[in-house]
């Protein structure tokens, strides 16, 4: 019996971040499955070479995660700070939530492909041996998400959330 590779962060629904620390949280979890899916790739590897471009891709995974939580951590200080500023009665997501009433239903469409995108991806390296072609495909999936963060950015107003959006596509560079 082949064991799933598959990850919760993937099988679940994958809702819109009405903050910032929303907004990289979701970058940590979606590299958080990029490592995975590169972790499933090495273990499949049949040469050096190829494993040393996956173990590479990995550690820049791991260093845009650590990224992605320094800005989670400071958004969500900012955000508790606001929170307490305003005697405990502002909520900012219900603002926010309000402000992309609009768009709300495209980001969504957005997340929800690229969930697609990554469950595709796992089960397409799950099911085959490794190619160059699947390393390949493995590597534009950082593409994808960084064009994913810019569409993301696009469709919140100016802020932090377009901002944290903004930063993690530069990230992903």
């Given at each position: 019996?082949?064991?799933?590779?598959?990850?919760?962060?993937?099988?679940?629904?994958?809702?819109?971040?009405?903050?910032?620390?929303?907004?990289?949280?979701?970058?940590?979890?979606?590299?958080t499955?990029?490592?995975?899916i590169?972790?499933?790739l090495?273990?499949?590897?049949?040469?050096?070479?190829?494993?040393k471009?996956?173990?590479?891709?990995?550690?820049?995974?791991?260093?845009?995660?650590a990224?992605?939580?320094?800005?989670?951590?400071?958004?969500?200080?900012?955000?508790?700070?606001?929170?307490?500023?305003?005697?405990?009665?502002e909520?900012?997501?219900?603002q926010?939530?309000?402000?992309?009433?609009?768009?709300?239903?495209?980001?969504?469409?957005?997340?929800?492909?690229?969930?697609?995108?990554?469950?595709?991806?796992?089960?397409?390296?799950?099911?085959?041996?490794?190619?160059e072609?699947?390393?390949?495909?493995?590597?534009?999936?950082?593409?994808?998400?960084?064009?994913?963060?810019?569409?993301?950015?696009?469709?919140?107003?100016?802020?932090?959330?377009?901002?944290?959006?903004?930063?993690?596509?530069?990230?992903?560079?």
């Open positions: 019996m082949m064991k799933s590779s598959t990850t919760p962060t993937v099988q679940g629904s994958v809702s819109c971040p009405l903050s910032a620390s929303q907004a990289y949280k979701l970058g940590v979890d979606i590299h499955v990029m490592i995975n590169y972790e499933v090495a273990g499949k590897c049949s040469n050096t070479s190829d494993y471009a996956t173990k590479k891709m990995i550690e820049r995974e791991q260093e845009r995660i990224a992605f939580r320094k800005g989670f951590e400071f958004a969500l200080n900012c955000e508790v700070g606001r929170f307490y500023n305003s005697g405990g009665i909520l900012e997501e219900d926010m939530a309000r402000s992309i009433a609009t768009t709300r239903q495209l980001i969504q469409r957005n997340l929800d492909n690229c969930r697609a995108h990554m469950e595709t991806l796992e089960r397409e390296i799950a099911a085959t041996g490794v190619k072609e699947t390393i390949t495909v493995a590597g534009h999936t950082k593409e994808y998400v960084k064009d994913l963060y810019q569409r993301l950015a696009q469709l919140y107003p100016q802020g932090e959330i377009r901002r944290a959006f903004e930063d993690m596509a530069e990230m992903c560079q």
